[in-house]
């Protein structure tokens, strides 16, 4: 399948190898006043197309203002049951509201019901309350607790905040679980992050009375602060004819389309069309991203996806502003024990010698060897997976990015770095065992889907990446517009006497 991407005015790519630099200076972790520009106006703008995504209730029949007492930094229960005899309550087809007061409260493992909307007023405060998941969820929508439908969380005025750094006990934190819903709205409120694992919200699947998924709803009006560079605001596993509107977020990745986890392998294995999860129908509008990795992200694993239609994408002091990648198999070692060499030797038993293109862990310390395109094409008779899509006709309008040196970045993407940009070193801040790194913008765009015809474009889909012409002037020499990565660009190696050089260095505060 041949691929392309398609640049207004634009003709310059990066197909040849770049080289490494190194010197002595030190780069401290900055935060360009110009970032605030991405929220000025972001509870005031009028979102005109909400309503084909999610029908809002004409009516409440009840309305029921909490007062908390605040006992134990826990106000979980009270919520709880407050949403409990609401749903008890309502009539089958009416609707229920309750209000939060402006206040400040802890909560965790709210479970959403239907036909209910939680509205919090401005100005409002949630922390993280006392959680009995290891992985712990403030709000759950339909999060393995069976379907709902017309459920909602909505700020108030300028919003509310979900404040997640005093929990410093537990880095796990997932500010709303999106699992069986169906007509849904969350809005309108920041999330004061501590680099948490996990994205804030996941959009996600679920196999009780499943499997299901979200479908038909509005997610819109948040900000992120102080994102992990591995995660960031939403993760989107499956999602049917849903809407992300006005989202930004300060590290990580804004909107992370990526679909791939253990229940949708489970469940699509050797399907010759894996349509079980994935997504459909996305529409996604004003996504930004500041000192990050990327405002958006596709990257389709093993699934075959359906369309997403992207608008005003942009970044400011990100490595990238749209990162796309390619679909591809990979195949995990049995468990944690399995060395990296080992495991890489036993696929290449199986699939065949420089099958494999890449090995590293993934969550729990596991390896997964990432096969070759030209190989990804045989591995469904012994994997039981295809390198998945997305729909040909999806499309990302208005691509827009502004230069900085200090945006998060994988360490692998350090070989794109101009030997011009390597003249300093940059900073390194390690969280447990994680580290992350910091450097230059990269590029405008990161394409790694595959031009050409054959086996080795394996997982490759057509999308038109349409990119603001006025951005590049902005750019310092040597950095591309596009990094695009196909079967005809070279590996991309750094030469030796041209390094990158990192110094640790402390670890950002949002406060």
């Not at 029949?61 to 229960?77: A, G, H, P, R, W």
């Not at 709210?110 to 401005?122: D, P």
Request: net charge neutral; hydrophobic share 35%.
């Amino acid at each position: 399948m041949k691929t392309f991407t398609t640049l207004k005015n634009l003709s310059l790519t990066l197909i040849t190898t770049l080289i490494i630099g190194c010197s002595s200076n030190v780069e401290e972790i900055i935060v360009n006043e110009k970032n605030l520009e991405f929220n000025d106006n972001l509870q005031s703008r009028v979102n005109s197309n909400v309503s084909k995504f999610y029908k809002a209730p004409e009516s409440f029949e009840i309305t029921k203002e909490i007062n908390f007492n605040n006992l134990k930094n826990d106000d979980s229960q009270e919520l709880q049951s407050a949403i409990d005899n609401m749903s008890t309550n309502l009539g089958i087809d009416n609707y229920g509201k309750i209000i939060i007061p402006r206040g400040e409260y802890y909560l965790a493992d709210i479970v959403m019901k239907s036909n209910i909307t939680i509205e919090i007023e401005e100005g409002t405060v949630i922390h993280a309350g006392i959680s009995k998941k290891f992985n712990q969820v403030i709000f759950g929508f339909g999060d393995r607790t069976g379907a709902i439908k017309n459920s909602g969380l909505i700020g108030v005025g300028s919003g509310f905040v979900i404040d997640l750094r005093e929990n410093n006990k537990n880095r796990n934190m997932i500010v709303c679980a999106v699992r069986d819903v169906e007509n849904f709205i969350i809005s309108n409120f920041t999330i004061e992050d501590k680099i948490s694992v996990f994205a804030s919200i996941l959009v996600d699947i679920t196999d009780v009375d499943g499997p299901n998924w979200p479908k038909s709803g509005v997610i819109q009006k948040i900000d992120q602060k102080l994102a992990h560079r591995g995660y960031g605001l939403i993760q989107a596993y499956a999602a049917n004819k849903v809407l992300f509107k006005d989202l930004s977020c300060d590290g990580g990745v804004t909107l992370r389309i990526e679909t791939d986890n253990r229940l949708m392998k489970s469940l699509n294995k050797n399907k010759s069309v894996p349509n079980i999860g994935g997504v459909r129908n996305i529409s996604a509008n004003n996504i930004s991203n500041r000192n990050g990795l990327a405002a958006l992200m596709l990257s389709p694993h093993f699934m075959k996806n359906g369309k997403v239609t992207a608008n005003n994408i942009s970044s400011v002091n990100s490595s990238f502003t749209v990162r796309i990648e390619r679909g591809f198999v990979e195949i995990f070692a049995e468990n944690n024990t399995i060395t990296g060499d080992d495991h890489k030797a036993t696929i290449e038993d199986t699939y065949g010698a420089g099958s494999v293109g890449a090995i590293y862990k993934r969550g729990g310390g596991i390896f997964v060897a990432r096969l070759k395109p030209e190989f990804a094409s045989v591995a469904f008779n012994e994997a039981g997976f295809k390198a998945g899509t997305f729909s040909s006709n999806s499309r990302i309008t208005n691509d827009s990015t502004t230069y900085g040196n200090s945006s998060q970045m994988n360490f692998n993407h350090r070989l794109y770095m101009p030997c011009e940009e390597r003249n300093k070193e940059y900073c390194r801040y390690k969280i447990g065992k994680d580290a992350i790194f910091h450097g230059p913008t990269l590029a405008g765009v990161f394409d790694n889907t595959i031009k050409g015809t054959g086996l080795v474009t394996t997982g490759s889909y057509n999308i038109d990446i349409d990119v603001d012409e006025s951005i590049l002037k902005s750019y310092p020499v040597g950095i591309p517009k596009t990094v695009t990565i196909d079967n005809t660009t070279q590996e991309i190696k750094g030469r030796r006497d041209c390094k990158v050089t990192f110094k640790d260095c402390p670890i950002p505060s949002n406060n």
